[in-house]
């Protein structure tokens, strides 16, 4: 059975990394056994609290998913992105009935202009898959893009980017982004997280990059 309808006839799907059109047989987001990302675990930051995933494939397949991920909503991909990380989730971390997700918010202009906020959607769908609960809880009080600056300015922009909306108290929490960059916003966010009472904050993502994205 595939996943086929209407519009893929007019718009037949295409791999996400390569371009090429699929076979009937293949399914979004990529084209069957050629692009495929090698996912390889990291742990890394203070006390080796982060953990990443990321492609070691030299023109990263990982790199092109979350790209797409970012500009449009397409369910195929994000189903397979977040399929992908429960499964990782689920082999690598511990996860408590009452772990709950978390996402690193999108500013408002990004959301607006794109119409999505990537990492929210990603992790509803990893909370759903994993059973456990996914928390609205940060808001992006909105700051300069962080791709526009240097590492230095990226520090002080995320400052008092962020703010905490719901209680976190003794909650242990995954935190998720799509991408880390410096590790600045994220880190921020994990202190806010702390710092409101949360009992454990691991951050997660699918990308780890030096600031091509
Ligand atoms: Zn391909």
New binding site residues.
Partial sequence: MTDMNILDLIYPPK?V????ILREKEIEP??DG??FPKWVFEKFGINDNYLAYYDKNANSVARSMVLKAKNSYNSRLYRYLADEMAELIASRMRVYNDTVIVNVPRSKKKKRETGIDQAERLSKLIAKKLKIQYANVLIHKGNTQQKLLNAQERIENVENAYEIKNNVTGKNIILFDDVITTGATINKCRELLLHFGAKDVTIFSICRTKGEY
């Fill in positions: 791999c990394h390569c371009g090429s990529l084209c050629i692009c």
